[in-house]
């Protein structure tokens, strides 16, 4: 059976660019959940002056489709300005790519998620946010939509595993209906934190579970 991927998809799994951990990146953020399937990690290096992208590595854990993507999303990133990165869409790395299986676009989706995200990162930590609104429970309760429940796949919120979120004096509880040694607590709070800890107004997070 011949396979489901043209040959420029292959290529770039086969020989994925910009490929591996940066440990002194500027940014950094993850899409997906490796417990659940397919995660995407993106680093940025960039240039606090022209606030272009010197540098950008990922990280996949996943099928073709996602190590071929975050291959493609470096690629059209580096170089370009912040701006400018945020403007790529799944669209264009899916064309970049030669186009997806239609059951495999999800995957330049969650790419472009994470290059923007990487984004909002270095923005929220370089002070770069136009309107520093304060932190609300609505907002925490939108990035906690893009955490994964590892055990079905579908975000935190959707799989009514958040019990309550309280927003006060620059802390984020967040209180999730697991016991506290599952097997996927550590996975969720890692994620959650790193979902909510970028937030210009958060100092810190805790991550509570079910007694």
């Given amino acids: 059976m011949p396979l489901p991927y043209n040959d420029i998809v292959m290529e770039h799994f086969k020989h994925p660019r910009n490929v591996g951990r940066m440990e002194d990146a500027d940014a ?80 330049s989706v969650l790419a472009v998620d994470g290059l923007r995200s990487a984004i909002q990162n270095y ?12 932190t609300t429970i609505e907002e925490v309760t939108r990035r906690l939509k893009h955490v994964m429940n590892p055990m079905v796949g579908l975000d935190l919120v959707r799989t009514k595993l958040v019990k309550d979120v309280q927003v006060g004096e620059g802390t984020v509880r967040v209180f999730i209906d697991l016991p506290a040694d599952h097997q996927f607590a550590n996975n969720i709070r890692e994620d959650v934190t790193e979902k909510i800890g970028s937030l210009w107004d958060v100092e810190k997070v805790e991550v509570e579970f079910a007694e």
Wanted: contains cysteine.
């Fill in 123 to 134: 923005e929220e930590k370089h002070g770069l946010v136009k309107e520093q609104k304060p």
């Fill in 28 to 107: 950094h953020a993850t899409e997906g959940s490796s417990a659940c399937g397919d995660m995407v990690s993106v680093y940025l290096k960039v240039d606090e002056e022209s606030h272009r992208i010197e540098d950008i590595k990922f990280e996949s854990y996943g099928c073709a489709s996602n190590i071929a993507t975050g291959s493609i999303i470096t690629e059209l990133a580096k170089g370009k300005t912040l701006e400018e990165a945020k403007e790529i869409s799944w669209k264009e790395a899916s064309d970049a790519l030669g186009g997806l299986p239609a059951l495999k676009t999800h995957c």
